[in-house]
T-cell receptor, first 111, second 114 residues
């Protein structure tokens, strides 16, 4: 089983729609969680960290469910510019530098 | 803004050549990483370094070595390039661990080995 798993998509949704992705992780002791965004032919960039109580940044909401070992990303009122690959990232050890990237979920927003 | 600079955007090498990929960061980050990214496989960690002259193997270190002589510079070396090392190589740096381990990436080097 992969340490971090994501649905690869692609998700193809109309502009203005709400879309949600999940990501599961295998190590129950994992401490830190992030969502990164990667545009086509560009490097990944941090979208948001995921906190235990859930957090929101504008149209983006991240949630953590420790019992079921998944994190989620919700995008409301999607824009064309949201088209990208979204990478789920997990830091399984609080004291180590190494983190683990999921393979990414591709999102395409259509006009 | 954090800046991570990779020396080349595109590189074409021949099988058996020794290849050096250079990465420099300007934010005094302790941690530096080398990944490769392939379609369907995502980002895979090759090596990382948490301090000068310190290195640890990632998930796929075979065929690669690294060097970190200065804090700001982390080099990836392909001792004898092979066609299966054709890939996008991404360097990243970060400060700290856990929730502070936010990685900043360079623009990537697309390496083709012929």
């Amino acid at each position: 089983r992969k340490e971090v798993e994501q649905d690869p998509g692609p998700f193809n949704v109309p502009e203005g729609a709400t879309v949600a992705f999940n990501c599961t992780y295998s190590n129950s002791a994992s401490q830190s969680f992030f969502w990164y965004r990667q545009d086509c032919r560009k490097e990944p960039k941090l979208l948001m960290s995921v906190y235990s109580s859930g957090n929101e940044d504008g149209r983006f909401t991240a949630q953590l469910n420790r019992a079921s070992q998944y994190i989620s990303l919700l995008i409301r009122d999607s824009k064309l510019s949201d088209s990208a690959t979204y990478l789920c990232v997990v830091n399984p050890y609080s004291s180590a530098s190494k983190i683990i990237f999921g393979s990414g979920t591709r999102l395409s927003i259509r006009p | 803004d954090v800046k991570v600079t990779q020396s080349s955007r595109y590189l074409v090498k021949r099988t058996g050549e020794k290849v050096f990929l250079e990465c420099v960061q300007d934010m005094d980050h302790e941690n530096m990483f080398w990944y490769r990214q392939d379609p369907g496989l995502g980002l895979r960690l090759i090596y990382f370094s948490y301090d000068v002259k310190m290195k640890e193997k990632g998930d796929i270190p075979e065929g690669y070595s690294v060097s970190r002589e200065k804090k700001e510079r982390f080099s990836l070396i392909l001792e004898s390039a092979s066609t299966n090392q054709t890939s996008m190589y991404l360097c990243a740096s970060s400060r700290g661990t856990g929730a502070k381990n936010i990685q900043y990436f360079g623009a990537g080097t697309r390496l083709s080995v012929l």
